[in-house]
T-cell receptor
Framework: DAGVTQSPTHLIKTRGQHVTLRCSPI?????VSWYQQVLGQGPQFIFQ???????GRGNFPDRFSARQFPNYSSELNVNALLLGDSALYLC?????????????FGAGTRLSVL | GQSLEQPSEVTAVEGAIVQINCTYQ??????LSWYQQHDGGAPTFLSY????GLEETGRFSSFLSRSDSYGYLLLQELQMKDSASYFC???????????FGKGTKLSVKP
């Protein structure tokens, strides 16, 4: 079975532009979460979606938005990019059942804003 | 608010034992997880504690004391491949989402 897949792997944008990042969860996983990881820091929670509904939102501005599709894949959109948005963006999926709440992460999209 | 504290760096030699501590503050608590991340890689799940006590998985063990808001990850028989960053993460708050610490960079020397 394929793991969590993210695209693209790398992206270079300039300030003010818009970006869309994509994520496909592990087959059978209905929950997708997005994280931002700045170099040298831990992943910071942005959004969680379950069954196409937003179930959690971290402390990020409204420039960040996301959605989940009927096939449980997800997109993260960031508008009006700032230099500080440069980071590794990680997507994670989780199975419905399982007390351990294990998050399975994709390899991430590295975004550079110039 | 929610916060987690863990040491920023730890160095140990091959074959040794190392303990990485984590203290947390959260308004709600559902469990403490540990993830490993190699440079350039994705975080991968190591261990989870929802109740007090020790959980053992091979060379790795994790401990939780809910009354002390404290946990640790114990790595035994260290190998060079264990050189990585280790993150504690709390599932807490009103939404039960995963909040990560800043990570501990472990360097294993020969």
């Amino acid at each position: 079975d394929a793991g969590v897949t993210q695209s693209p792997t790398h992206l270079i944008k300039t300030r003010g532009q818009h970006v869309t990042l994509r994520c496909s969860p592990i087959s059978g996983h209905k929950s997708v979460s997005w994280y931002q990881q700045v170099l040298g820091q831990g992943p910071q929670f942005i959004f969680q979606y379950y069954e196409k509904e937003e179930r959690g939102r971290g402390n990020f501005p409204d420039r960040f938005s996301a959605r989940q599709f009927p096939n449980y894949s997800s997109e993260l959109n960031v508008n009006a990019l700032l230099l500080g948005d440069s980071a590794l963006y990680l997507c994670a999926s989780r199975a419905d059942r399982g007390a351990k709440n294990i998050q399975y992460f994709g390899a991430g999209t590295r975004l550079s804003v110039l | 608010g929610q916060s987690l504290e863990q040491p920023s760096e730890v160095t140990a030699v091959e074959g040794a034992i190392v303990q990485i501590n984590c203290t947390y503050q959260t308004s709600g608590f559902y469990g403490l997880s540990w993830y490993q991340q190699h440079d350039g890689g994705a975080p991968t799940f190591l261990s989870y504690n929802a109740l007090d006590g020790l959980e053992e998985t091979g060379r790795f063990s994790s401990f939780l004391s809910r009354s002390d808001s404290y946990g640790y990850l114990l790595l035994q028989e260290l190998q060079m491949k264990d050189s990585a960053s280790y993150f504690c993460a709390v599932r807490g708050g009103s939404q039960g989402n995963l909040i990560f610490g800043k990570g501990t960079k472990l360097s294993v020397k020969p």
